[in-house]
């Protein structure tokens, strides 16, 4: 089964860093498109960062040259790291994967809290 642990939320302050991780299990992690989305108050859930097989990452507008996608084959885990932290990044960040074999299916984490403030 498709598990997908998260850790690394918490409160900072502005122009801060924080670096998010996501462990993966149950998948072919060279095979499967990893993500970062994100949901602020009262906003659609959004992407921010993603990655498809290591080497091919989409990064948002929003955040380009503050934040980085990365991962680490070896112990099947994805890391966020997020730079220069502005309060409008306040959101429940989740970490998605859609695996690019077999089913194809969509598996999203439980979320966590990333709190900015001024």
């Known amino acids: 089964q498709v598990q997908l642990v998260e850790s690394g939320g918490g409160l900072v302050q502005a122009g801060g860093s924080l670096k998010l991780s996501c462990a993966a299990s149950?998948?072919?992690?060279?095979?499967?498109?990893m993500g970062w989305y994100r949901q602020a108050p009262g906003k659609e859930r959004e992407l921010v960062a993603s990655s498809s097989s290591g080497s091919i990452t989409n990064i948002a507008d929003s955040v380009k040259g503050r934040f980085t996608i990365s991962s680490d084959n070896i112990e099947n885990t994805v890391y966020l790291q997020m730079n220069s932290l502005k309060p409008e990044d306040t959101a429940v960040y989740y970490c998605?994967?859609?695996?690019?074999?077999?089913?194809?299916?969509?598996?999203w984490g439980q979320g966590t809290q990333v709190t900015v403030s001024s």
């Open positions: 998605n994967a859609q695996p690019m074999y077999g089913r194809r299916g969509n598996y």
């Open positions: 149950g998948l072919i992690f060279g095979i499967t498109t």
